[in-house]
């Protein structure tokens, strides 16, 4: 008796989507200009924030020699000291990272480390480098410019040098230790208030801008923003505002090369640092516990007056140079979300509109 062989199971056709059938609805932006204004206003709304932290802590820091007499808010006390005022900045620290998480986490639904908040690529080998490139860079920066100031003449700029300063050899009363202490401790201190300067503008505001707008753009805003932070520190001028544009512009430059927070974060605190406590002259229009007697007279637009080098206008030469280096080959670079992309087809509303498929 012959066997019937088995059947083999027949293949079901999948079945093709009627046309008729409704398809899930989809948003689409409402202007162009809604698109590009919502970064716009969750940055504002973030550095409200900043202000708000930093400030309120700064007054009341301030007012704590009024409050309480005697200790360290004696007259000459650490309480009444310039670098007492950096503990406004470095406590503001704590509480804005909890901002900036609430942010990222609530509202922007991405991660801390997509703000920039993480270790180069390429890990400690690349940290290390950055490291060593960001500190030398900006020590270069500082040496082209006080070597441009010591070419010009006598009538426009002017270097006196007086050794050691007599300070740094017999540290403040508040201060026991050797000065070299101190200096050490106002370099953490320096590159933890650059940090936290640069995780605000840097890494909250220029990463949030740059989700819908070029980069080069996110850049210009946020260092305008940065440069307005600035516009009541003592003694600034024009020309000091203009050059802490370029300076985030720098800044911004480090930050879209490497993806990190992190070289920026050392160039930024080592300049202050060089600045303030080894080259000796103002940063900002501050002058803190330093290494070195150093007066710089002249045309203040030429040298930066009580501003400090941030001041001059020979900076600002220089920052132009380097911010057209560092930016070169990414002035057209796309945003992470561009508004073409984010332009979605209106679903068919009628069975007409969709192609019937090709007969077989």
């Known amino acids: 008796m012959e066997e ?25 932006p409402r202007s162009r200009f809604l698109y590009l204004l919502v970064p716009a206003l969750r940055a504002i709304l973030f550095l409200i ?12 820091l301030s007012s704590l020699p009024y409050l309480v007499q005697g200790g360290i808010f004696r007259p000459g006390g650490f309480g009444n000291s310039v670098e007492f005022a950096l503990l406004a900045v470095l406590l503001s620290i704590p509480p804005q990272l909890v901002i900036t998480w609430l942010f990222a986490r609530y509202l922007d639904r991405r991660s801390m480390a997509s703000l920039g908040f993480r270790q180069p690529d390429g890990g400690p080998p690349a940290a290390l480098r950055q490291l060593a490139v ?13 070597a441009a100031i010591l070419a010009l003449p006598d009538a426009l700029a002017r270097v006196g040098y007086g050794g050691i300063n007599p300070g740094y050899l017999h540290p403040p009363a508040w201060w026991p230790l050797p000065g070299a202490l101190l200096l050490g401790l106002l370099l953490v201190a320096f590159i ?21 707008w070029p980069p080069w753009v996110s850049a210009l805003v946020s260092s305008i923003l940065f440069s307005l932070l600035h516009a009541a520190n003592p003694n600034v001028s ?22 990190s927070l992190w070289s920026a974060t050392i160039a930024h605190g080592v300049w202050n640092f060089a600045l303030a406590c080894l080259l000796s002259v103002p940063v900002s229009g501050v002058s803190v516990f330093h ?49 073409a992309a984010a332009i979605i087809p ?11 498929p090709p007969s077989s």
């Open 4 to 28: 019937t062989p088995p059947e083999s199971p027949s293949i079901q056709p999948v079945p093709t989507p009627s046309p008729s059938t409704p398809q899930p609805p989809r948003r689409r």
């Open 346 to 356: 209106e679903a068919p509303s009628a069975p007409e509109d969709v192609s019937a």
């Open 134 to 146: 960001a500190t030398l860079g900006a020590l270069a920066v500082l040496g082209a410019w006080l």
């Open 49 to 60: 924030g900043f202000v708000i932290v930093q400030g309120g802590l700064t007054v009341l």
């Open 238 to 259: 024009r020309v000091a505002l203009l050059n802490i544009v370029l300076a985030g512009m720098v800044l911004a430059a480090l930050v879209e090369r490497t993806g």
């Open 192 to 212: 933890l208030q650059g940090g936290s300067e640069e995780w605000v503008m840097r890494g909250y505001i220029y990463r949030t801008l740059r989700e819908r």
């Open 291 to 339: 290494l070195l007697s150093v007066k710089i007279t002249g045309d203040p637009t030429v040298t930066g007056g009580g501003f400090g080098p941030e001041g001059s206008a020979v900076l600002t030469v220089l920052g132009v140079l380097l911010t057209l280096w560092l930016w070169r080959g990414m002035w057209r670079r796309s945003p992470d979300r561009p508004w």
